[in-house]
């Protein structure tokens, strides 16, 4: 089953550095969004990935940067660490202009110390 | 701005009895989709039950079903016969039909008790 598949799936980084997180969408999907899941809380938007551009994004940071490659794969960059970013990572993909359909990965778990 | 509320931190339930998770959102969007998901210790978010707002037919599952009240802006879930396999973290969607994000709950956390 070619699901979503996120890597790694933890991680430990410490305040201000620099962590990348990546992402390899469903087969078949063309559309990758990120979602940050802090302790208790539900998946917050960061931004959705299409045809190599970022298509929408949510209310984070300019720290919070992504990149889509031909191969439809994703990756989240996140600059200068803080605290306050320790969160589980949550990539989801999709068809373009789908409102369902999305698969979810299993997320990366970032800790910042 | 959407906003989609849980109000029920936690809950329990007897295995193969009922239980109701309530979810209430708040929008100015007339077309939307709203979804319930699960979240088990996996951490990956699936796919419950999804209900089109246009549509006035409650949407089913096998054993999950909702109660959707347009008007009240309400979107409640129920479990039927419920499994050991159903604990997890539950979480209530909404989707707007011109937006590609989804705005999540905070999560009820649902134990089954055998």
Not at chain 1, 29 to 54: C, K, M, N, R
Request: charged content about 15%; hydrophobic content about 30%.
């Amino acid at each position: 089953d070619a699901g979503v598949t996120q890597s790694p799936t933890h991680l430990i980084k410490t305040r201000g550095q620099q962590v990348t997180l990546r992402c390899s969408p469903k087969s078949g999907h063309d559309t990758v969004s990120w979602y940050q899941q802090a302790l208790g809380q539900g998946p917050q938007f960061i931004f959705q990935y299409y045809e190599e551009e970022e298509r929408q994004r949510g209310n984070f940071p300019d720290r919070f940067s992504g990149h889509q490659f031909p191969n439809y794969s994703s990756e989240l960059n996140v600059n200068a660490l803080l605290l306050g970013d320790s969160a589980l990572y949550l990539c989801a993909s999709s068809l373009v202009f789908s409102n369902y359909g999305y698969t979810f990965g299993s997320g990366t778990r970032l800790t910042v110390v | 701005a959407q906003t989609v509320t849980q109000s029920q931190p936690e809950m329990s339930v007897q295995e193969a009895e009922t239980v109701t998770l309530s979810c209430t959102y708040d929008t100015s969007e007339s077309n939307y989709y709203l979804f319930w998901y699960k979240q088990p210790p996996s951490r990956q978010m699936i796919l419950v039950i999804r209900q089109e707002a246009y549509k006035q037919q409650n949407a089913t599952e096998n054993r999950f079903s909702v109660n959707f009240q347009k008007a009240a802006k309400s979107f409640s879930l129920k479990i039927s016969d419920s499994q050991l396999g159903d604990t997890a973290m539950y979480f209530c969607a909404f989707m707007p039909n011109t937006g590609n994000q989804f705005y999540f709950g905070t999560g009820t956390s649902l134990t089954v008790i055998p």
